[in-house]
């Protein structure tokens, strides 16, 4: 019983706005990993709720990394539904070397300027939300692209996510991140066996 009331009292102190870029978040990276196009104008929804979540929690470099995904997600919708007519879905790429070299590079040296500005900012732990914004921004285009190693490197900010947004009380989002490693696994594998349909 004690369980239950303990339960209630934080159920009420939950925010309306970030249970629903809660559940809008979980339906788009699921649409996503089952290859589903739908997944960007729920995403949409999604990240321009988190733009005002993020900005009320001080964490400015992943408000900024939202209006990023709000712009890419209009970019992965198009990408998405250009897809050849022989096709029934958009197919599947895989990472190229000389991608891999330049998104490290890329990752490291964003994290350094914007962690460096951030540092001078009331914004909360800015040299790690600077990494996962970094890592976020390389894993975002590559989910508009669809290349299969998104969701590697999505597994990976999404377990630093979780951490984050348990310090800063944000208990939904941090079970969302949890729940998105899942997803992420799930649509690493889908797209694989997709990739393999199309190699054969």
Partial sequence: MHIVHALQAWWQHQNLLEIIGVITGLICVYLAAINNIWNWPIAIISVGIYIFIFFDTRLYADMGLQVYFLIMNF??????????????????????????????????????????????????????????TACSLVAQVFLARKVLENWLIWIFVDIIYVGVYIFKGLDLTAIMYAIYVGIALLGYIDWKKDYKKQAA
């Fill in 75 to 132: 970019y992965g919708w198009y990408y998405w539904s250009k897809k050849p007519s022989s096709e029934q879905k958009t197919p599947v790429m895989r990472v190229t070397r000389k991608e891999m070299i330049f998104s490290v590079i890329a990752v490291v040296v964003f994290t350094f300027i914007l962690g460096s500005v951030l540092k001078y900012t009331p914004a909360s732990y800015p040299f790690i939300d600077s990494f996962c």
